[in-house]
């Protein structure tokens, strides 16, 4: 079953917000994955402070104080051991967070073949223009450029 990408916020914040009045804390990209309509639980760092969060359900975690010198999360790192090499310097090539390795690693290891991976976003005008990384086996994959108006109804929320 596919997973999803989702945000977790974190207790630490950025340096371009120390100086906000209102505090704005820092929040990091997180890829679950789900069985029978729940999240997998996991241990994960916060890409900022090192923070470690206990994820269980989308958009939530625990903080687990005391334990930011741990080495039992995934890096970066240990997920491109179990990926070919091209798909590595493709995701090495758009600077992908851990969440987008993690979210190719779990489609090869469950053959959802044709699966698509944003791997960069910008907004261009009043457009929203996407990288999209589609996996059709281990060793073939497609990069290809998609742009998606917003304001126009009815445009797929696909690559969201």
Do not use: A
């Not at 090499?85 to 053959?111: G, P, R």
């Not at 059709?136 to 290809?144: A, G, L, M, T």
Request: charged share 30%.
């Amino acid at each position: 079953m596919p997973g999803v990408k989702h945000l977790i916020e974190c207790h630490c914040v950025l340096k371009i917000y120390k100086k906000n009045e209102k505090i704005q804390y820092h929040k990091f990209p997180v890829y679950s994955r789900i069985e029978e309509n729940k999240v997998i639980p996991k241990i994960v760092k916060c890409n900022n402070c090192e923070s470690v969060h206990y994820v269980f359900d989308i958009c939530k975690s625990e903080l687990r104080p005391n334990k930011d010198q741990t080495s039992v999360t995934l890096d970066i790192e240990d997920i491109s051991l179990s990926l070919n090499d091209k798909i590595c310097k493709v995701l090495d090539k758009y600077k992908c967070d851990i969440s987008t390795y993690e979210h190719v690693q779990d489609i090869i290891e469950e053959s959802r073949w044709g699966e698509n991976v944003v791997l960069k976003r910008d907004i261009i005008g009043d457009n929203e223009n996407v990288k999209i990384l589609t996996i059709h086996s281990e060793d073939s994959i497609k990069i290809q450029n998609k742009t998606l108006n917003p304001t126009v109804l009815g445009v797929s929320n696909e690559w969201r």
